[in-house]
């Protein structure tokens, strides 16, 4: 047994730094666990020569995001604009094309009924309290039906909802019969507006930090006490007594008299808690899967999409990559295409060999922007399904009825248990500014705690 202290943290991504920082702040004594042997949890970079890393997790940010550009502020890491100037491609039913603004050119009957789609469903998300989505109007009515089931009824055209099944990949990295319609409003209502999702300047994707966003979870841990972070310490086993928690890693126990856990609720569910966890919290971590994304990252000499006068955006109904952006350093060199392939296409491609996965996103690459991209000089990709300690990304998903059913468990302490991470947020939920302000808030759950 080592040494006690007043908080234990599990899992040194986001949530759980902002967690520590704020405790050790308040006067309290910390330790987190993490399972992995690096730090930052789902925002990891990859180097690419020449001092220059991609991210291979999360790394936008955009307005409204205020606690991740504060705190990247507060550690010195800057920011620049994802690189949006030029026309986006659209590669649909077997046609490319390329268009300028939010929306593709397509036929005027296809693009008014996504025009009233829309429309629907930021009134519906705005009725959508975030505290608690379980108490919308009619939540379970909401709750008890897909996304796709909604669509169907709501999209009259086939293209109409075919452009938004793909931008709800984009956004969710999951299919739209994968999710309920009230996850679907929540998670809108969260980030601002479904609009907003999706969009790249003066949305979500605006901006992109300097260095790769894992260097904020670095800075942040950096200011920690020696010692604070143990890596390679998966928790297996959460023992609460009377007052006092312990948490048993695969070669040592630690002791605290309150545990923060910020590990998605179908990885928390892993662990071994005595005693066992509330009816509601075990039930709600047996329905609550990770989205399906793989990440691609092809690097060329120079962004020679730019000339062609394209922003390096694209998406497409093909194999491969269903979304793409130019993933370029600030000074635009190397030229970097970033695919996310997502969804069932996701789950696809992660069932085949190495070599065939490449050759299928670089063959979509070449769909979008020409026969260059077939042979980058780098390829690096992170398919964060087999990722064993977050079980995919970008964060947590919710089928019919768990909101209404499950919804209340997902932020209610266990007794000395307290949750956090990205999908625990009521702004900005899946998001690296969620995980930021859920770690705050469950750094200040257990402040008030101890009085």
Request: with cysteine; proline share 6%.
């Amino acid at each position: 047994m080592t040494d006690a202290v007043d908080v234990l943290v599990v899992g040194a991504g986001l949530a759980g730094l902002v967690a520590a920082r704020d405790l050790a702040a308040a006067g309290r004594s910390v330790q987190i666990l993490e399972a992995r042997d690096r730090i930052g949890g789902r925002v990891v970079s990859h180097p690419i020569g020449d001092g220059t890393s991609v991210e291979m997790g999360g790394e936008y940010a955009g307005p409204g995001q205020d606690r991740i550009l504060a705190l990247a502020a507060q550690v010195g890491v800057q920011t620049f604009r994802t690189y949006d100037e030029g026309a986006k491609v659209l590669h649909f039913r077997g046609k490319r094309g390329t268009y300028s603004g939010p929306i593709p050119r397509i036929s005027p009957l296809v693009l008014a009924d996504i025009g009233r789609a829309q429309a629907r469903l930021e009134s519906l998300a705005r009725g959508v309290p975030t505290q608690a989505p379980w108490t919308a109007p009619r939540a379970a009515a909401l709750d008890g039906q897909t996304f796709e089931t909604w669509l169907r009824r709501n999209a009259v055209t086939g293209g109409a909802r075919a452009l938004l099944e793909l931008a709800a990949r984009a956004v969710l990295a999951c299919e739209p019969a994968d999710i309920s319609l009230l996850h679907v409003l929540f998670y809108a209502h969260s980030g601002g507006s479904f609009a907003r999702l999706i969009a790249t300047t003066g949305g979500a994707q605006q901006d992109r930090f300097v260095g790769g966003s894992q260097l904020i979870a670095e800075r942040v841990a950096a200011g920690l006490s020696d010692g604070v972070v143990q890596l390679n310490s998966p928790v297996r086993r959460i023992a609460a007594g009377t007052d006092r928690v312990t948490a048993v890693t695969d070669g040592a126990e630690f002791s605290g008299r309150r545990i923060i856990v910020t590990a998605p609720p179908a990885l928390a569910g892993r662990i071994d808690y005595l005693p066992d966890l509330p009816l509601r919290r075990r039930q709600l971590t047996q329905r609550a899967p990770m989205g399906s994304v793989i990440k691609c990252q092809a690097s060329y000499d120079e962004p020679f999409w730019r000339r062609d006068g394209l922003c390096g955006q694209a998406t497409g109904d093909g194999d491969g990559a269903g979304i793409v952006f130019d993933n370029s350093p600030p000074d635009g060199s190397p030229g970097v295409l970033l695919g996310f392939v997502a969804g069932d296409e996701a789950r696809r491609l992660g069932g085949i060999g190495a070599s065939e996965r490449r050759r299928t996103v670089l063959d979509s690459f070449v769909r979008y922007f020409g026969p260059r991209a077939a042979s980058p000089a780098g390829y690096a990709e992170l398919d964060w399904q087999h990722e064993q300690w977050t079980g995919g990304c970008y964060g947590t998903l919710f089928g019919p009825s768990v909101w209404t059913r499950y919804g209340p468990a997902l932020r209610e302490p266990a007794g000395p248990i307290h949750w956090a991470g990205a999908e625990t947020a009521t702004a900005w939920c899946g998001y690296m500014d969620g995980a930021v302000r859920s770690g705050e808030r469950a750094a200040a759950e257990v402040v008030t705690a101890f009085g």
